[in-house]
């Protein structure tokens, strides 16, 4: 058995606790099962808003003929793109890994890491399969996978996941996907972009359901004149054809009172299946029933405020806590846990002003609370793109939307349009650093004529209580 002093199963935000617990002189193993870097270097942000931007490329050429400008696109080199892309992605793993191997304090264990009891941990299925550590301190920031929705036939049909989407060298002729989260927006953004007739199937009346309201159908809208959706239906059997696949669904029940059923069966058919039905915890693979450490009834890790598990010693961040599925969301907790590991005051995590942000098209992002959060008093503000000077030189068509309690403070503002994953960061600061009001953002100088100034209208003059 090998002892060490700090343990990390995973490669993503975790190797930043890990790195931290070196630089103060400790003895680190990390396990990890798959290439360096997690899944937002491997298998997601990374790889997909590479290719994303190819889109968005791809897609401003198309519509120069707005601008008067004429423009055509001769020939699109799509294997070339995606095997650029996740060369990249690869050369940037490997370096990650060569920079372990070279530290003194570091040691990488390659396999499946399962608890043999709270800090000590067997390494499986990988080329240091039987290896044991044993460590003071253990962090579990092993992530998610895809999840796989109980489909009747599935299991005998040819799918994908987001996985096996982002190496496609070909665009499929007829692709459908179940799902209408952000994974879903953004791949099938991509691939419509490139070519592909795209079918989406989504249990929600709107594409992401997680954002506020009227954001998420407005962009539902939007994909409607797109792609062929099918929201409110959930896929029931799935079968093999001659020349593809083809998909059954019926209307969605949920909630106590059915809501959501509307429409009629469908059947959908199309070359490629990608199943983008969200993520599943990867506790499952480690044993905690070896261990302190407790899981909600979703599977993922239960932690306290500071992000300590009921093991002592054992710490969990990332996706596999559940918190928000967003790596500058795993980060912010890896800083939290140096802080609390390593400090002499330790500070709950803060999640306050979490933004997120969905690069598709149109570009949607917010942070804090949506009306649907919101059970008391609020007053609601919206500020359209095209009525700001930049926005109507870009054609822009999207707003700006602004939540706030009735003494001014923010709680929460939702964004559709270009930009908006750029645009909400302004917010976020205000929410964290500044005094969080109306005030922050009105009174700021903001360019003219700059595309923020959509943000700085959108908190000016009167906001209406619902």
């Known amino acids: 058995m090998d002892d060490v002093d700090f343990l990390v199963i995973g490669s993503g935000s975790g190797l930043d606790v890990a790195n ?10 990390v396990v990890e099962k798959g290439p360096m870097g997690g899944t937002c270097l491997n298998r997601g942000c990374i790889p997909s808003k590479q290719l994303l931007y190819h889109a ?13 400008i004429d423009a055509a696109v ?5 294997a070339d793109i995606v095997r650029e892309v996740n060369e990249d992605v690869s050369g940037d793993s490997e370096s990650i890994r060569r920079g372990l191997e070279s530290s003194a304090r570091h040691t990488v264990y390659d396999g499946e890491g399962r608890f043999v009891d709270d800090r000590t941990v067997e390494v499986v299925d990988g080329p240091d399969a039987g290896a044991t550590v044993r460590a003071e301190t253990v962090l ?16 005998e049909v040819s799918y994908l996941t987001s996985t096996e989407a982002l190496q496609l060298t070909t665009p499929p002729e007829e692709l459908v996907i ?28 709107n594409l992401l359901p997680e954002a506020d309201e009227e954001v998420a159908a407005a962009f539902t809208d939007r994909y409607a004149d797109r792609f062929t959706l099918h929201t409110g239906h959930a896929a029931t059997r799935v079968t093999e054809t001659e020349t593809g696949i083809e998909l059954d669904a019926r209307p969605y029940e949920y909630g106590d009172d059915g809501a959501g059923v509307h429409g009629d069966p469908v059947t959908v058919t199309g070359d490629e299946l990608l199943v983008a039905a969200g993520r599943t915890p990867n506790t499952d693979t480690l044993n905690l029933d070896a261990t302190g450490v407790e899981t909600d009834d979703r599977g993922y890790v239960e932690t306290d405020e500071y992000l300590q598990t009921d093991a002592e010693g054992v710490w969990a961040l ?23 590991l390593f400090g ?3 500070e709950p995590v ?6 997120f942000a969905v690069f598709a098209s149109p570009e949607v992002a917010g942070v804090g609370a949506t009306e649907a959060d919101l059970d008391g008093d609020y007053a609601v503000r919206t500020y359209e793109y095209g009525d700001t000077a930049r926005g109507d030189a870009m054609h822009a068509d999207g707003f700006v939307k602004v939540i706030i309690d009735l003494e001014g403070a923010i709680l929460g503002c939702h964004i559709i349009g270009p930009e908006a994953s750029n645009l909400i960061q302004e917010v976020v600061v205000a929410m964290t650093a500044g005094s969080g009001t109306v005030r922050d953002i009105r009174e700021a100088i903001h360019i003219h004529p700059a595309l923020s100034e959509v943000v700085q209208r959108a908190f000016s003059g009167s906001f209406s209580r619902p």
């Open 140 to 155: 579990v920031a092993a992530g998610t996978r895809p999840s796989v929705p109980d489909i009747d036939g599935l299991d």
């Open 318 to 340: 990332g996706d596999i806590v559940g918190e928000y599925l967003l790596k500058h969301s795993a980060n912010h907790e890896a800083k939290a846990v140096v802080r609390n």
């Open 178 to 205: 179940v799902g209408g989260g952000y994974i879903a927006a953004e791949l099938g953004h991509f691939f419509e972009t490139f070519g592909s007739d795209v079918t989406i199937v989504g249990r929600r009346p």
């Open 56 to 68: 968005e490329v791809m897609e401003t050429i198309e519509e120069a003929g707005e601008f008067g």
């Open 350 to 355: 803060a999640y306050d002003a979490m933004p």
């Open 344 to 346: 002499d005051d330790p």
């Open 74 to 78: 001769e020939d699109v080199a799509f």
């Open 20 to 29: 931290a617990a070196a630089s103060r002189g400790q003895s680190v193993a």
